[in-house]
């Protein structure tokens, strides 16, 4: 007996990938997940190269995608609020049409030669309607391994599929734009929205229950955002988001400078790689410390990284150092999206996860104006600045208010087979 239990206990704090996509009914919500959620990477670049065409401007281009990207964050958190409500399936069905109909009319205007502010008005929309499948498939990972210490496993998993998107998404629409026609990223993005969002909301069998807790529940979180850690959380992932996009402009910015702008994709590639593999590894290992602990020494480390970013002026160099910062953020971003489990109650988790995507969109979209108007004017040096700045202040956020993240206890108990439990640490 006692050898059964060692055994047992020894399998729970090691959980891998291949227990978690064992899973039962995992594979019927993945699939079309991950089909759903790719055209999200295509949005932003294909604004971008369609505008910058019909306009002649980078920086009209650039405004657009980030008047949809501020829409987007704004909007995204009421959309996840409907989910916990009213159920996915109802809020997913008449969103992806919306947003179908938003990306064609904000193609034809651009098309048309519309005004600047008539294409920013049509960006509104565009974003607003984005459909958040990350966060809800996140949900339903949350709903079937709820106190699992799977759960990590799981928020690494979908960091990893969330870091392919952005790698082979921007690639596609660069693909279509420039060898088929400069509207073809964003025709593709519109249809495939629309088939992969229609297939995901028809996977009924693993959403989570709606307005789950009742009308108590919900009078006593009326928002996931009334809750300190995730207000705390939203600090951390604004300044990844200003990461992400303060090395798109200036990664672009360096390799214009070195007048090797295909270096770009190099540079990027090797970012996005340090991602995906940091992400794999947190997944697999098995932690000794809680993640609140992990958040605060992973996002210690993507401080320092990036604070080395503006002194670094050979490629060789900058590809090393945007490797390392690439597996710094995937322990950060990977243990946020963990600690919403202990955080907040089942009922607000699909709003809560889109909080902390649309945090990401926002701070990405600010980062991608401040670093934009720094690279223009003092080199891309100056907007390597931006990561260091979003990043230093999280932190120093996190460190101030660290104590927001605790969860309600300080261990959980969760069973593993009838008479077998295993303490989960949570600090």
């Known amino acids: 007996m006692a050898s059964t239990v060692s055994t047992d206990t020894s399998r729970a704090k090691r959980p891998g990938y291949g227990q978690l996509l064992r899973t039962p009914g995992a594979w019927t919500f993945l699939l079309p997940g991950f089909a759903?959620?790719?055209?999200?990477?295509?949005?932003?670049?294909?604004?971008?190269?369609l505008v910058q065409h019909t306009t002649g401007s980078y920086g009209s281009a650039g405004a657009v995608a980030a008047v949809t990207g501020v829409s987007m964050a704004l909007f995204a958190p009421q959309s996840g609020k409907l989910a916990d409500r009213f159920g996915q399936r109802a809020v997913l069905v008449p969103g992806v049409?919306?947003?179908?109909?938003?990306?064609?009319?904000?193609?034809?205007?651009?098309?048309?030669?519309?005004?600047?502010?008539?294409?920013?008005?049509?960006?509104?929309?565009?974003?607003?309607?984005?459909?958040?499948?990350?966060?809800?498939?996140?949900?339903?990972?949350?709903?079937?391994?709820?106190?699992?210490?799977?759960?990590?496993?799981?928020?690494?998993?979908?960091?990893?599929?969330?870091?392919?998107?952005?790698v082979v998404g921007p690639v596609l629409a660069t693909a279509l734009c420039t060898g088929v026609h400069p509207a073809a990223g964003l025709i593709a993005e519109a249809s495939l929205t629309l088939l992969g969002g229609l297939f995901f909301a028809?996977?009924?069998?693993?959403?989570?229950?709606?307005?789950?807790?009742?009308?108590?529940?919900?009078?006593?979180?009326?928002?996931?955002?009334?809750?300190?850690?995730?207000?705390?959380?939203?600090?951390a992932f604004l300044g990844i988001g200003s990461v992400f996009g303060g090395m798109q402009v200036s990664l672009t910015a360096f390799s214009e400078e070195i007048g090797n702008p295909g270096a770009n994709g190099l540079l990027y590639g090797l970012f996005a790689a340090g991602n995906m593999l940091a992400g794999i590894a947190v997944g697999a290992m098995p932690w000794k410390i809680g993640p609140r602990r992990r958040l605060i020494l992973g996002y210690t480390g993507l401080t320092v990284a990036a604070s080395l970013l503006w002194s670094v002026h050979s490629v060789l160099l900058l590809g090393g150092l945007g490797l390392i910062v690439g597996l710094c953020i995937a322990p950060a971003l990977i243990t946020g999206y963990t600690l919403v489990e202990t955080l907040v109650p089942a009922a607000t988790r699909t709003e809560a996860f889109t909080w902390l995507t649309g945090a990401v969109a926002l701070g990405q979209a600010a980062a991608v104006t401040v670093a934009g108007r720094l690279a223009d004017g003092y080199g891309a040096s100056a907007g390597f600045l931006v990561p260091l700045a979003g990043t230093a202040l999280a932190l120093i956020t996190l460190v101030a208010l660290r104590s927001r993240l605790a969860p309600r206890a300080a261990t959980r108990t969760v069973v593993r087979g009838v008479g077998h439990r295993v303490p989960v640490t949570v600090d």
């Open 36 to 49: 759903a959620r790719q055209p999200f990477a295509m949005l932003t670049i294909g604004i971008v190269l």
């Open 97 to 166: 049409l919306v947003h179908t109909a938003s990306v064609s009319a904000l193609t034809a205007l651009a098309l048309a030669g519309a005004p600047l502010w008539v294409l920013f008005a049509a960006a509104v929309p565009t974003g607003a309607s984005v459909p958040q499948v990350g966060p809800m498939v996140r949900a339903r990972w949350a709903a079937k391994l709820e106190g699992s210490p799977l759960m990590s496993t799981a928020a690494a998993f979908e960091s990893v599929t969330d870091e392919f998107t952005f």
């Open 202 to 235: 028809a996977q009924r069998g693993t959403q989570p229950t709606h307005g789950l807790g009742g009308a108590h529940a919900r009078a006593e979180h009326g928002s996931a955002l009334s809750i300190p850690g995730v207000r705390v959380l939203a600090v």
